[in-house]
């Protein structure tokens, strides 16, 4: 009856900055919830393929595909909001972590989806991790994007 | 003192959430009473008996003041902690010969809450107390002969008239699951009576019917190994432990290190224990076929798996699934205490996990937990253990294929999901070529059709031209239709000709320059009705849904949430053409004609015209049964489309009933307060809450509509079969063919499958079911199917 670590369902440590409202106004609204973010997708996966893999936990109410702010295409977020929060829990337990077009994908408790929360916040439009980062992700349109504007459109053969 | 400032974040919310602990020492002390109870038996550096001991002393010690608390732990502790029952009847047992008062009240207690748990219908903790008290006979607790005594009210219970066939198994279960703790020393101390306990249960089994066995079974053949029923299972085992003299070796008692002090202790005797008569509404356990997958010739050197009829295999199996029930919900837990099982060493471990995972997965009538949450324990399986645990699966894959013609339609459509799932995590890489076998065989043999089933889905996880990189070459023909629209009235098409082309193009152009719902509406005014003059009713007009849906649904094809919004936008539309079944049918078709080629597709339209009530499940399951599209009929997306339907409607009715229960509820509690409260304020806001005795009745008026429609629509798919099977059957006979074709056997596996996914809800309407459709004239093999869904009420 020993449980390792900390439950599937809980709170991640993440608040979004944007929140208008109090921590624990914040921290009602996600124990409440059925709302669900998704992150590291690839800019490739499509609204479909999340449906497949979402649906398995439950019935959904709608996806949400996160945006660039500039090009309104996808930037590798999304929303699922499921119609019971049961479900949305079955998806931490049994999706997080797992593989969703071949990359592990990470879901965690969203406040609910509001007009304008689908773009990305980072400064070139797409989410803010994808600013800074220095890896070379192929899904998620290669380099970061701080590192793509140093080194121009050319990347140096050492880097690819 | 700071001053508080607005947005604080500490406010009424956070502090009430945040559990307030008033710690006293008493409290203390409980608590690390319990969490010493409940570790007792975990990793230690001291040995098992050692701190036995010591615990025993430490709570005979603490018996006066937290009696109570023990008590309850140690219930607690039986009921759900049944693998570790023998090291806490060793604990009982100690505390016992020190007093013997806490013995008796401890017996006492237990078999309260033993009578409580038959009376609230929790069979598995029923069960778990019962093997505790038998247990505590070995630890010399309780006298033989009381327990003996037990026993037999049991029998007598399982003898009884007029009671459900499921009710009568479960007393046979509960006594027969006990025997591998207590028969030894029954056999050694009371062989008589024990012999006679074992003809009584031998009589009560030949005599039980088992019509339900064929409609569990996983495979239609018994090669390699037999599907048995559960409780045949079992006997076969236990006649096998008393063939061996009762010497069972696996369970670990610790009660043996201490038998010196132990048989010092006096006994107490059960008190009589008279099962709680059967109510119409109890529900029982649904029996169940023991599933296997492998024997011991199928798991290289090493520790050998115990034969299908040792008692080993029924206790390794129990306690494994009951480690899946215990951390089902925490899958990195579960995978990790299943790789830790306690026996590992004996055992071919990976092989006993795999098996009782699928025996999970491909339960009939369905699994106890979501599909997903067997294919992620087997994900983070194979993760822990990557030398092993894929091979061991992988070998597992093969094998349910290779027998995968005798499979039925549920555990075929489930073996379907879990492996293009699993694939999914693993890149897909698979020996697509090992199963070359598929392309000589004809396509609607279940190999081939396993793999085009598996491909379809895997294209929805992924792409399809990944579909055409995983398959070899000589697979060319498995690889689906483009998942792309077929637009007839598209500009290059030849669709020059066709009668509602202008109309479409109109279309395409008033909704692009987003027009109203009247707007759309006046496109199509004046297509003409292609139907004679004569069956013109209303509006039904087959050339404007036509050229609406395909067009609409057309400009909505770039994603899920395009066409969503297509027909919300223009929803209005939608209601006023779908005025009747007819038209919603024909609606569904000009989908069908559009879409055919995006299975997907057509699922989450369904699922969104039922949603948004533009069509209704009757009409979705006459279009399933339609002729013009019967080429689709043994493909797994139409069967998925009507289970979500039948599904939709279940829940429909469940919300209704829901909220009638409450609200009559809440009318009850009313009148009853305001007989009796005094105070006016409280009386006004009840009064306010309380729902009038109006509203509870168009409730009442609401479910039975619901009712109404629901067994409507089990009428119709029913009677769809029935007449779709007993033409094939008829056309059979005439013509001198065998039956058993391909299609017989998916449609009749169908006609199973709905009986089984739906059985709870189809159960309300048996017998009008019996008197309407499933009649003695019918021919057997059709009457057959409804005859097991009957034998599962039992």
């Not at chain 2, 008062?101 to 038959?118: Q, R």
């Not at chain 2, 799932?421 to 396993?450: A, G, I, M, T």
Request: negative net charge; hydrophobic residues 35%; charged residues 25%.
């Amino acid at each position: 009856m020993v449980s390792i670590g900390i439950s599937s369902i809980e709170l991640s440590s993440y608040r979004d900055q944007h929140f208008k409202g109090t921590r624990s106004e914040h921290d009602k609204k996600l124990r409440n919830s059925s709302t669900l973010y998704v992150g590291n997708l690839s800019f490739y996966t499509t609204e479909e393929q999340i449906y497949e893999l979402f649906a398995k936990c439950g019935e959904i109410r709608r996806i949400i595909m996160g945006l660039d702010k500039y090009k309104k295409t996808p930037c590798g977020f999304c929303f699922v909001e499921y119609y019971k929060r049961a479900d949305a829990e079955n998806c931490l337990r049994y999706i997080n972590g797992t593989r969703l077009d071949d990359r592990i994908v990470r879901t965690d408790w969203d406040a609910g989806y509001l007009k304008g929360r689908q773009y990305g916040r980072g400064k070139t439009g797409g989410q803010v991790r994808d600013e800074y980062r220095t890896d070379y992700d192929m899904g998620r349109g290669g380099y970061g994007k701080l590192i793509q504007q140093k080194l121009g459109t050319e990347v140096p053969t050492f880097l690819r | 003192m700071s001053r508080r400032r607005p947005h604080e974040e500490d406010d009424g919310y956070d502090r009430a959430y945040r559990k307030r602990r008033r710690v006293s020492e008493n409290q203390e002390i409980e608590d690390r009473l319990e969490s010493l109870i409940l570790c007792v038996g975990e990793k230690s550096t001291s040995s098992l008996e050692s701190n036995l001991e010591g615990l025993a002393s430490v709570l005979e010690a603490d018996l006066s003041t937290y009696r109570a608390k023990i008590l309850r732990i140690l219930t607690d502790c039986a009921i759900r902690m049944p693998e570790k029952c023998t090291i806490y009847t060793t604990l009982v047992g100690l505390l016992n010969a020190k007093n013997f008062n806490f013995g008796g009240e401890f017996v006492e207690f237990m078999v309260k809450t033993f009578k409580e748990a038959l009376k609230a219908c929790k069979w598995d903790p029923a069960r778990f107390l019962l093997r505790f008290l038998a247990d505590l006979v070995n630890c010399h607790v309780i006298s033989a002969t009381s327990l003996l005594q037990l026993l037999d009210n049991m029998i007598d219970a399982a003898n009884e008239d007029s009671v459900p066939q499921v009710r009568r198994d479960w007393y046979v279960f509960a006594i027969l699951s006990t025997l591998p703790w207590v028969g030894r020393e029954l056999y050694e101390k009371k062989e008589q009576p024990l012999e006679h306990l074992l003809v009584q249960i031998e009589v009560f089994l030949n005599k039980r019917p088992k019509k339900h066995h064929n409609a569990l079974k996983v495979w239609a053949v018994d090669t390699p190994h037999p599907q048995e029923e559960y409780l045949d299972c079992l006997w076969a085992q236990i006649r096998k432990l008393r063939q061996d003299n009762w010497a069972e070796k696996h369970i670990a008692r610790p009660y043996l290190a201490f038998d010196s002090i132990l048989c010092e202790a006096l006994q107490h005797n059960l008190p009589s224990i008279l099962p709680p008569p059967h109510h119409d509404s109890y529900k029982y356990p649904m029996p169940w076929v023991v599933f296997r997958l492998f024997d011991y010739t199928d798991c290289p050197e090493g520790p050998i798996l115990p034969g299908a009829h040792s008692i080993e295999r029924f206790l390794i199996e129990e306690h494994l699934h009951s480690i899946i029930e215990m951390y089902h919900l925490e899958r990195k837990d579960c995978a990790t205490h299943l790789l830790n099982f306690p026996y590992k060493l004996k055992i071919p471990l990976e092989y006993c996990i795999v098996e009782v995972i699928f025996a999970e997965l491909f339960h009939m009538p369905s699994p106890r937990y979501l599909d997903i949450c067997y294919g992620s324990i087997l994900i983070e399986l194979c993760k822990l253990q990557p030398s092993t645990m894929p091979q061991v699966l992988a070998l597992a894959t093969e094998m349910l294929f290779h027998r995968i013609d005798s499979m039925n339609v549920s555990c075929f459509d489930r073996f379907v999901c879990w492996f293009s799932y699993h694939l999914s995590n693993f890149q897909f890489r698979w020996r697509w070529d090992d199963w070359d076998v598929c392309l000589s065989l004809d396509s609607e043999h279940p190999k081939p059709k396993f793999v085009r089933e598996v491909m379809l889905k895997s294209m929805r996880l992924s792409y399809h031209q990944r579909i055409r990189e995983i398959l070899p070459e000589t697979f060319a023909g498995f690889i689906p239709q483009k998942p792309e629209p077929e637009y007839k009235y598209a500009k290059e098409a030849e669709a020059v000709t066709l009668p509602g082309t202008a109309a479409a193009h109109q279309l395409v152009v008033t909704i692009r320059q987003k027009c109203t719902p009247e707007e759309v509406l006046a496109v199509l005014k004046d297509l003409p009705n292609p139907r004679s003059e004569e069956e013109v009713d209303g509006r039904f007009n087959p050339l404007k849904i036509d050229v609406f849906v395909q067009t609409l649904l057309n400009l909505g094809s770039k994603s899920f949430s395009h066409s969503f919004a297509a027909i919300s936008k223009f929803h209005y539309v939608f209601k006023i053409l779908a005025e009747s079944e007819e038209a919603q049918i024909c609606i569904l078709r000009n989908m069908f004609e559009l879409w055919h080629n995006h299975q997907q597709m057509m699922v989450v339209l369904v699922d969104k015209m039922l949603k948004t009530q533009i069509v209704e499940c009757s009409a979705v399951a006459n279009w399933i049964f339609s002729k013009e599209i019967g080429s689709e009929f043994t493909k797994n997306y139409l069967w998925e489309i009507l289970h979500l339907t039948i599904k939709k409607m279940n829940r429909h009715v469940t919300k209704l009933t829901g909220e009638l229960t409450e609200a009559r509820e809440k009318l009850a509690r009313a009148e009853e307060s305001s007989d009796s409260e005094s105070d006016e304020e409280k009386k006004k806001q009840e009064d306010a809450e309380k729902p009038s005795e109006e509203m509870v009745e168009r409730m009442e008026e609401k479910l039975e509509a619901a009712q109404a429609d629901q067994k409507n629509l089990f009428l119709i798919i029913f009677q769809r079969f029935i007449m779709i099977l007993s033409e094939h059957l008829v056309r059979c006979d005439t013509d001198g063919k065998d039956y058993n074709t391909h299609w017989y056997k998916w449609t009749i596996g169908r006609l199973q499958q709905v009986f089984l996914a739906h059985h709870e809800q189809v159960q309300k309407y048996s017998s009008t079911l019996e008197t309407l459709l499933f009649t003695q004239d019918l021919d057997p093999h059709i009457l057959e199917i409804f005859q097991q869904f009957v034998s599962l009420q039992g």
